[in-house]
């Protein structure tokens, strides 16, 4: 069982950058598939999620209406499309799944719960 993130690099403000996050080992259509990032020093925040029982999307104050996340049953991945990016976007992000199907008991500790975690792509915005 794997998750596998890559798609991270340097950007500018303003610019944009997708993620890809392929799994092996296990199916993503019945989980629970989100994006959590982390600065050095500080703790892991959620970034996005959705739920696979009811669809419903988790965002935080900084990831609405400018991340998307979505995946692709065909290719077992998940994506992070992210626009607009910011210097206070920074971080490394991760992507993780929950095989119960449901944010809820992750989004608010972080991802803590969380079931599969891939190991992290570092996105940088600065100009």
């Known amino acids: 069982v794997q998750l596998q993130a890559s798609g991270g690099g340097s950007v500018q403000p303003g610019e944009s950058l997708r993620l890809s996050c392929t799994a092996s080992?296990?199916?993503?259509?019945?989980?629970?598939i989100g994006w959590f990032r982390q600065v050095s020093g500080k703790e892991r925040e959620a970034v996005i999620c959705?739920?696979?029982?009811?669809?419903?999307?988790y965002y935080s104050t900084s990831s609405k209406g400018r991340f998307t996340i979505s995946r692709d049953s065909a290719r077992n991945t998940m994506y992070l499309q992210m626009t607009n990016l910011q210097p206070e976007d920074t971080a490394v992000y991760y992507c993780?799944?929950?095989?119960?199907?449901?944010?809820?008991?992750?989004?608010?500790?972080?991802?803590?719960?969380?079931?599969?975690w891939g190991k992290g792509t570092q996105v940088t915005v600065s100009s």
């Open positions: 993780a799944t929950d095989d119960y199907g449901d944010c809820a008991p992750s989004w608010y500790s972080g991802g803590d719960g969380m079931d599969y």
């Open positions: 080992g296990f199916t993503l259509v019945h989980h629970a």
């Open positions: 959705v739920s696979a029982s009811d669809g419903l999307v």
